[in-house]
Each structure stands twice: as C-alpha cells, then as structure tokens.
C-alpha cells in the first residue's frame, strides 16, 4: 500500500528539557549551517517553550520548521503555566501531542491527545502525534493493541483530510533515551500495523498520505538502517538531535 515518493520524509529534533534561548538559538544556528538535503526532507526542530521565539528567529529564511514539545488545547484563559496554539502563531508550524514522556510522567490520556491534536490541526499547524508500546506491553504481546487504541483515540475525532495531515510518530517507551533502538524490522512492523489503522479508520488514500516517523535512540550508527525501510517516513529524534552533526546525519540517511 505504501508508496514512498509521495510522501516527503520529516526529521524532527525533540530537544526536550534542554537548551534556553541563547543556547537553543545558537543550536539552530549550527543545524542551519549543515548541509541538509531540504530538497527531499522537511525538518523540524522542536525547542521548549521559552526557546521558540529564538529558535524561530535563527531559522529564519531557511526551510527549517519550528515545532513546539506541548501545547493546552483552550485558546486562552485561566490555564497557568499552558501554551495554546494560538500563542504559537508567528512562532511555530509543529506540535507534538502525545509524547510519551507527557503521558508517562504527566498523566496525558488517549482523550487529552485528542483534543491536543483537534487544537493543532485546527490553528493550522502540523500535529506530530506520538504512539508506542511499553516493554511490559510488548513482551505480553500486546503492541498492535496498544498502538491501535492510541491511534483510534486521535483519529476518531479526525476528517480523512486531517489524519491524511498529520504526522504521526511511532516511539516504542523501551526505545527512548535506551539506547536501545527497535530494529528496523520491528519499527517497520509497527509502522505497517499504524497505517493499516489509519487506512480502516480513513480508507487508504488517508493512510498513503500520512507520514509515519520512527522514534526511539536514533543515531547517526543506526539511522540508515531504519530510514531505509520502506513506510519509515523519517525520525523523531530526542538526544542526539542536541548535536548539529549527529542530527544533519539522520536528516542526510533520510533523503530518498
Ligand atoms: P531519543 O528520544 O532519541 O533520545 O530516544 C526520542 C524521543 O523521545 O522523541
């Protein structure tokens, strides 16, 4: 069902709880100046909150998008210490939903990453929508439950058109920050089973559409490997997008 030419690869930095405004910046800077193949790969990069304006400012005039780690799905309020989409205009093109270091130490749910989804879809932005099984979850045997449940749970609430839209990053929670990457079987049996979803829920020229990252210690050692399978339609990378180099090698491994 895939067919890889009409989907352009994302590789997107998650850079976590890391990096302020002077160093982010500078951070950008240096991505900026590798030579990335933006030709054939979107990339993204995806500061905390007080690093966006900064990050979005050193970008400038190049083709690299600005994503944000988090958003509230209210516009405005009495939401303290939130972000809305709305606050992200001029700003950022990207949010991630559904992280899960935001459903595992912040309570996020299936429905929170729906409404956060709507949010972004609906400010015009670009959702990155995190998926992926425990080890516990895995080992029962569980994955392709696991994973239909959270994709079903955003979907659900989705047109064809959005879901089409949308990025969806699979990230196995054994994976990230491990060291321990999915082999690129695993990541690519996984992908598969989150664009079967996508094509029950939306049919399937929805889930052609749709670009399906891996995420989950993704190295400038193992990033060809996995971004050389086909459905694999790039990376959401956390620790080694903190390194221009290591990260402008795994947008490289992305290109077609
Ligand atoms: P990692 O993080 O690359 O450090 O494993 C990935 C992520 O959490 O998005």
Request: glycine share 10%; proline share 6%.
């Amino acid at each position: 069902m895939t067919s890889p030419e009409a989907r352009r690869p994302i590789v997107a930095a998650n850079w976590k709880m890391n990096t302020g405004p002077h160093d982010g910046a500078e951070l950008a800077r240096a991505v900026a100046a590798e030579n990335l193949p933006f030709a054939q790969v979107d990339v993204v990069l995806c500061p905390p909150a007080t690093g966006l304006t900064a990050v979005a400012q050193a970008v400038q005039g190049t083709p690299i998008g600005v994503g944000a780690q988090h958003v509230y799905w209210e516009s405005s309020g009495a939401f303290t210490g939130e972000i809305s989409v709305p606050m992200l205009t001029g700003l950022a093109s990207y949010a991630i939903a559904g992280h899960s270091e935001r459903r595992q130490l912040f309570g996020e749910t299936d429905l929170d990453v729906q409404h956060k989804t709507l949010a972004i879809l609906a400010g015009g932005l670009t959702p990155i929508v995190a998926v992926g099984e425990s080890l516990d979850q895995r080992d029962a045997g569980a994955t392709l439950t696991v994973l239909r449940t959270q994709i079903t749970a955003v979907l659900e609430a989705l047109s064809p058109e959005q879901s089409a839209a949308s990025v969806i990053a699979y990230e196995p929670v054994w994976a990230i920050g491990t060291g321990r990457n999915a082999s690129p079987a695993q990541a690519q049996e996984a992908i598969g089973w989150i664009r079967d979803t996508v094509a029950a829920a939306h049919g399937c020229p929805a889930a052609e559409r749709v670009r399906i990252q891996y995420g989950g210690s993704v190295s400038p050692e193992n990033c060809e490997e996995l971004l050389g399978r086909e459905g694999i339609d790039g990376a959401l990378v956390g620790g080694a997008s903190l390194d221009a180099a290591k990260f402008a090698a795994i947008v490289r491994a992305a290109a077609p």
